[in-house]
C-alpha cells in the first residue's frame, strides 16, 4: 500500500508537534486529502519525517474570507497568515482549509 503523506515547512514543525498548529491552507493541487485519511507528515525542505496527522475536515475557501480565527487555527497573525498564503500561492483566491489533528 503506497504511503499517505503530506509536507510542510520546517518552519511549522514545531507548531504542529505542540498541537498550536491544526489547520493547513492549500491550493487546488493539494485538495485531494479527505476526512479520517491518517497521514505521514515531512519537511519541505529535506524530506524528513517528523509526525502523523489525521485530517478531521477539508473545506474551500475564498482567499478574502479568511479571519482571525483562520489565523490562530495557524498559530499567526491574520495579517502574517495572508502574508505566508500570498508567498506561497501567489495570486490564489480559491484555497483548500484542511483540519487536523497529531496522532503521534
Do not use: W
Amino acid at each position: 500500500m503506497k504511503e499517505k503523506k503530506i509536507t510542510f515547512y520546517g518552519r511549522f514543525e514545531s507548531d504542529i508537534l505542540k498541537g498550536l498548529k491544526t489547520i493547513t491552507i492549500r491550493n487546488r493541487l493539494e485538495s485531494h486529502y479527505s476526512k479520517g485519511e491518517i497521514l505521514n507528515v515531512y519537511r519541505y525542505e529535506d524530506n524528513v519525517f517528523f509526525c502523523t496527522i489525521e485530517i478531521d475536515d477539508v473545506s474551500t475557501i475564498d482567499y478574502n474570507q479568511l479571519n482571525d480565527n483562520h489565523a490562530k487555527q495557524e498559530n499567526m497573525t491574520l495579517d502574517q497568515l495572508k502574508e505566508v498564503i500570498n508567498n506561497i500561492y501567489p495570486g490564489e483566491q480559491s484555497l483548500y482549509v484542511l483540519s487536523f489533528h497529531l496522532v503521534n
